[in-house]
T-cell receptor, first 114, second 115 residues
Framework: AQKITQTQPGMFVQEKEAVTLDCTYD???????LFWYKQPSSGEMIFLIY????DQQNATEGRYSLNFQKARKSANLVISASQLGDSAMYFC???????????WGAGTKLIIKP | AAGVIQSPRHLIKEKRETATLKCYPI?????VYWYQQGPGQDPQFLIS???????DKGSIPDRFSAQQFSDYHSELNMSSLELGDSALYFC??????????????FGPGTRLTVL
């Protein structure tokens, strides 16, 4: 079974609109961390935001926020006031317990239209 | 702020050749990770090192080996290269801290092409 599921292969969004990228996860470990990364067409992998399983509040980093619904096992990324530079591939990833590796979703390709 | 450094950025090899990828983590980071990302795919974890000891192992082929040196830089050695090894290879680093996020920060990647 997939541990990280991103159901949106691609999305088109008008500039300045808010966008929500979906991510659901599957783990039986009570301790885990969820990460979102951005990968522009140039290839680098840029860390955006982190949510820990024990965090009481949703994480926020500038225009990025994470809608963390633990009971539903979802960790959706919300980008407010989208910009042309937000066009990229977005990956959701999870780290379980004391494991070192990140488990990745298939990614969502976001295209911002002017 | 200093980032993860990877060299070379691009590498072209023939089948059956060997390749060595280098990674210099962010200063004071003690953990290094290697990932392989094929075209149009998500990254696949290969191996990680914490304080110069292997800490986790993923889908790393037996033809590949890696180590972390005393100065914390790491090298990924790849032998008997195959066409399927063509990919973007990322190194990431983090600072292990109890109760911390251990966020992995990625280097720019090495794009390996095997002909």
């Amino acid at each position: 079974a997939q541990k990280i599921t991103q159901t949106q292969p691609g999305m088109f969004v008008q500039e300045k609109e808010a966008v929500t990228l979906d991510c659901t996860y599957d783990t039986s470990d009570p301790s885990y961390g969820l990460f979102w990364y951005k990968q522009p067409s140039s290839g680098e992998m840029i860390f955006l935001i982190y949510q820990g399983s024990y965090d009481q509040q949703n994480a926020t980093e500038g225009r990025y926020s994470l809608n963390f619904q633990k009971a539903r096992k979802s960790a959706n990324l919300v980008i407010s006031a989208s910009q042309l530079g937000d066009s990229a591939m977005y990956f959701c990833a999870m780290r379980e317990g004391s494991n070192y590796q990140l488990i990745w979703g298939a990614g969502t390709k976001l295209i911002i239209k002017p | 702020a200093a980032g993860v450094i990877q060299s070379p950025r691009h590498l072209i090899k023939e089948k059956r050749e060997t390749a060595t990828l280098k990674c210099y983590p962010i200063p004071r980071h003690d953990t290094v990770y290697w990932y392989q990302q094929g075209p149009g795919q998500d990254p696949q974890f290969l191996i990680s090192f914490y304080e110069k000891m292997q800490s986790d192992k993923g889908s790393i082929p037996d033809r590949f080996s890696a180590q972390q040196f005393s100065d914390y830089h790491s090298e990924l050695n790849m032998s008997s290269l195959e066409l399927g090894d063509s990919a973007l290879y990322f190194c990431a680093s983090s600072f292990a801290s109890s109760g911390g996020t251990d966020t992995q920060y990625f280097g720019p990647g090495t794009r390996l092409t095997v002909l």
